[in-house]
């Protein structure tokens, strides 16, 4: 039990230093505007560049705009969503292997 305790305080104090954490994509799109009939750039067959944020919710594909501003801080946050998913697995295999040598240490030889 003790080495449970161990391996949750390891993997507390990682969780904690990938904040934010996010999971999904980041997309560069070109979408026409909201006035495309008024609009230069749409007119003319350009569309505008954005950002979107593409992610699964109740099973199914969503997406919502991001602002320029928040991009940088986004990108960080699915790197961390990675790193966290990656250190999720790991937790995972390692649960297993706990149990084992826990029952192995009880198991009479």
């Not at 699915?78 to 149990?99: D, F, M, S, Y």
Request: overall charge positive; some cysteine.
């Amino acid at each position: 039990m003790r080495e449970e305790e161990e391996a949750r305080k390891k993997f507390l104090t990682a969780a904690r230093d990938l904040w934010p954490a996010a999971k999904g994509s980041l997309a560069r799109v070109a979408r026409p505007c909201g006035r495309p009939e008024k609009c230069a750039a749409c007119l003319s067959g350009k569309r505008h560049p954005m950002w979107i944020f593409v992610f699964r919710q109740g099973g199914r594909a969503r997406c919502r705009y991001v602002p320029a501003d928040l991009v940088e801080t986004l990108r960080r946050a699915l790197a961390n969503g990675r790193k966290l998913e990656k250190r999720l697995t790991e937790e995972g295999a390692g649960l297993i292997e706990r149990h084992r040598r826990e029952r192995a240490s009880r198991t009479p030889q």
